[in-house]
């Protein structure tokens, strides 16, 4: 590699890194939901936001689950990352009950 330049990503790692940003997305959208809960009180905007989460990792599953979509020592921990964003949403929506 040249001195000041990156080596080409293969279609892999691209497909992996726009994993990798949508999986951060959906944890964004995660943060706006508790917002809008613990501070704004606004339920719907929660429900709104969890939604969006749970299409990015919809979208992010069924790519893993693709043979060669992604490198193969990658998937475990997109995996990780899909587990700890359903917790994260199911804790998010197990308090929606108590704001009525």
Request: aromatic content about 4%; hydrophobic content about 40%; some cysteine.
């Amino acid at each position: 590699m040249i001195a000041g330049k990156k080596a080409a990503m293969g279609p892999a790692q691209l497909r992996l890194k726009a994993i990798q940003s949508q999986l951060d997305a959906a944890f964004t959208y995660c943060s706006t939901a508790e917002t809008a809960l613990t501070v704004l009180g606004r339920v719907e905007n929660a429900r709104r936001a969890i939604e969006k989460a749970r299409r990015a990792a919809e979208l992010v599953r069924a790519h893993v689950n693709e043979p060669n979509h992604v490198p193969a020592d990658s998937v475990g921990r997109i995996n990780e990352r899909l587990t700890e964003l359903d917790t994260r949403v199911s804790s998010i929506e197990a308090r929606w009950p108590q704001l009525r």
